[in-house]
């Protein structure tokens, strides 16, 4: 596609329900992370991948949030037994190299809100 | 440690010019960019210096000094589409893509 697309783009859950938040980022962007942002702050960093392979995981908060990126395209998301603190919007952002800087491009966000 | 600081909210007159300051001290530096983000929406790539110095494109222009650990956004010719929260984000490992750590964001009001 033409930029990078997350969904749902809005999901409710009951606390304790698991949540699924899908990203399909920009066809042949080696790197995926994932950000997590609470309404009025910047996005603070979860996970990254470098094609499949999940390189960094430091930023996922507890053992409930888990991701995957199975064939180095798409990647899930999964947050078990949600609490009401993971509320946030979740945010995909995908880059075309694995070496630099690089320029990730951000999807639209997933606005999770946990009752 | 890694921190990144900017002013929560700015306020800006339609027609005018705002500057918008980024501080950061980060443990590496690799470049740093500015977003622009308007609410509910996705962050969008406005600007990126790795050099110290002033980057100009076209009403928006970004500078940055490594030795002091600042970088400025100027919004010149202020428009009421530019209402939107701008997000200040370091890359701090030169060996690789690594995440972009962001500041809070500014959110400025542009007002008539």
């Known amino acids: 596609g033409a930029g990078v697309s997350q969904s749902p783009r809005y999901k409710v859950a009951k606390r304790g329900q698991d949540v699924a938040l899908r990203c399909d980022p920009i066809?042949?962007?080696?790197?995926l992370f994932w950000y997590q942002q609470a309404l009025g702050q910047g996005p603070e960093f979860l996970t990254y991948f470098q094609n499949e392979a999940q390189l960094d995981k430091s930023g996922l908060p507890s053992d409930r949030f888990f991701a995957e990126r199975p064939e180095g395209s798409v990647s899930t998301l999964k947050i078990q037994r949600t609490q009401q603190e993971d509320s946030a919007v979740y945010l995909c952002a995908s880059s075309l190299l694995a070496g630099g800087p690089g320029l990730p491009f951000f999807g639209p966000g997933t606005r999770l809100t946990v009752l | 440690g890694q921190n990144i600081d900017q002013p929560t909210e700015m306020t800006a007159t339609e027609g005018a010019i705002v500057q918008i300051n980024c501080t950061y001290q980060?443990?590496?530096?690799?470049?740093l960019f500015w977003y622009q983000q308007h609410a509910g929406e996705a962050p969008t790539f406005l600007s990126y210096n790795v050099l110290d110095g002033l980057e100009e494109k076209g009403r928006f222009s970004s500078f940055l000094s490594r030795s002091k650990g600042y970088s400025y956004l100027l919004l010149k010719e202020l428009q009421m589409k530019d209402s939107a929260s701008y997000l200040c984000a370091v890359s701090d490992n030169p060996f690789g893509n690594t995440p972009l750590v962001f500041g809070k964001g500014t959110r400025l009001s542009v007002i008539a």
């Open positions: 066809s042949g962007h080696v790197s």
């Open positions: 980060t443990s590496g530096f690799n470049g």
